[in-house]
């Protein structure tokens, strides 16, 4: 503790799951040293804004809060404000200089020295480390239902649209001991549902379905999910790790990007179109009740109209349950954007994901549809936004039920029978308290 009056820290989060986690661990890290988190601006003397890349339309929020920061600082003096995350490791220099230039930058790496940084009024750290997993940093969380685990950091793959591989470092994991003893302090704390998180949770080191059997022993009544998984990596062992093992969630993310051989070529994705479907395959045999969800990119470099068709009828062979879509957005830096013009007009990129977006607003409602009668065992995580009267809870599968409120508390497991369903949400029966 230094010998100063407390000081009132506020951070704002974008971008990935991630980066929730980071901010936990930033928190936790300047609470040691007196910070007191505060949920407004007003009474801030330390504002973080915790920042994504991953698209320009990511960094352009970013400089729109900067430019609202500074108005507001002029009539609040000695306020400190930094940029951590990725874009203060992209644009380290650039958020040091001009009309909205930031005291302190500190990159994904190099949260430890954010209180030296603080402290002398300001400055700049954006080395990566390729050890560096915070792993005995106990995250700062509100208390909730469910919680984010970062297990490790880092990105080796060089997808070639990709910015994150040069925002945030190498890959490497953390010690699964200290992810055991965060996960059963959670449980014992009242949480019931951990979600463990990587750029590529699946090539964990040394194992990660060990891993995830590990978690998931700590309790039959703790949930554990797990994003992302890259395809290439997706192994047997991991299918038929969930498939025995019941509180491993039955939903699987598994971006796609793109379903043209040629196109994940160029993304250097590492799989073609049929060994995506292959896997799919697999997973429907083996965990037959598993939602599957992705992510998708539209007008990548070079893409043409057969090869976003190629998109659009692997979304109709999977069909997903959900997704996740976006617009190709050249990134500085990357490979594509060195070696691979954005030779695709913006109205055709936009025309293309719209199509995206539709088919799967369709897909999710088939998907939703289908399980109208059915009934689910949900993990009750809140009261919904609409009705008062209302709770919102998740199936295994990753589905939102709202139902009627009966004698069910948040943080309980509950059976529903789903009654009604939009593409948003499923709409349920209370059938009885599980426990
Ligand atoms: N590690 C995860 C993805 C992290 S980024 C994985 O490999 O699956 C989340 C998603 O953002 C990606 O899956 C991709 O669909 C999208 N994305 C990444 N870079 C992008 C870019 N330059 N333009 C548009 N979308 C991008
Ligand atoms: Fe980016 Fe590819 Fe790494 Fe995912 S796997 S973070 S898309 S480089
Ligand atoms: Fe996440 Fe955005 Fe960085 S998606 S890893 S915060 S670039």
């Known amino acids: ?44 003397d330390v504002v973080l804004l915790n920042t994504c890349s991953i698209r320009d339309n990511a960094e352009q929020r970013i400089w729109g809060r900067l430019v609202e920061l500074r108005r507001y600082r002029r009539r609040k003096r000695g ?30 790496d190099s949260y ?27 995250p700062v969380r509100k208390e909730g239902v469910g919680a984010y685990i970062s297990i490790m950091r880092g990105c080796d793959n060089y997808c070639s649209y990709c910015v994150v591989p040069y925002t945030r470092g190498r890959e490497r994991s953390r010690d699964p001991h200290t992810i055991l003893r965060e996960a059963r302090e959670l449980f ?25 059997r590990s978690v998931a022993e700590i309790s039959p009544l703790l949930r554990v999910r797990f994003a992302t998984s890259h395809p290439k990596d997706l192994s047997d062992k991991l299918i038929e790790t969930i498939a025995e093992v019941p509180n491993i969630c039955r939903s699987i993310h598994l971006p796609a990007q793109s379903g043209s051989t040629r196109m994940l070529e160029r ?41 976003h068709e190629e998109t659009l009828s692997l979304m109709r062979e999977v069909g997903f349950d959900s997704a996740y879509m976006f617009k190709y957005s050249e990134r500085p830096g990357t490979l594509a954007s060195r070696q691979m013009p954005d030779d695709i007009p913006d109205p055709v990129k936009t025309a293309r994901l719209s199509e995206i977006i539709a088919l799967q607003n369709e897909l999710s409602a088939a998907s939703n549809a289908k399980d109208v009668g059915k009934t689910f065992e949900i993990l009750v995580e809140g009261v919904s936004k609409r009705s008062d009267a209302q709770l919102y809870g998740r199936t295994s599968q990753n589905k939102v039920v709202v139902f009627d409120r009966g004698g069910v508390r948040v943080g309980d497991y509950a059976t529903v029978k789903v009654t009604g369903s939009s593409s948003a949400t499923l709409k349920g029966v209370l059938r009885k308290n599980v426990q």
């Open 79 to 108: 306020m400190l404000v930094g940029v951590i995350g990725c874009m203060a490791e992209r644009l380290k220099e650039e958020l040091l200089q001009g009309e909205d230039a930031v005291d302190v930058v500190a990159g994904p």
């Open 1 to 44: 503790m230094q010998l100063q009056p407390s000081r009132n820290l506020y951070v704002e989060t974008y971008g990935c799951q991630m980066n929730v986690g980071d901010t936990e661990i930033v928190v936790s890290i300047l609470q040691r040293e007196g910070y007191v988190p505060t949920e407004t601006l007003d009474n801030a």
């Open 267 to 307: 993304m250097n994705r590492k799989y073609t179109r049929e060994h995506y479907l292959e896997i799919v395959d697999k997973i429907r045999k083996k965990l037959p009740d598993a939602s599957i969800s992705t992510d998708l990119i539209a007008g990548f470099s070079g893409e043409t109209k057969e090869e």
């Open 188 to 212: 014992d704390r009242g949480y019931r549902e951990v979600t463990l998180l990587g750029q590529n949770v699946n090539s964990y080191k040394p194992d990660f379905p060990d891993l995830l």
């Open 112 to 138: 430890r020295d954010l209180p030296r940084l603080l402290a002398q009024g300001g400055g700049a750290n954006t080395l990566l480390s390729s050890e560096e997993t915070y792993a005995e940093i106990l």
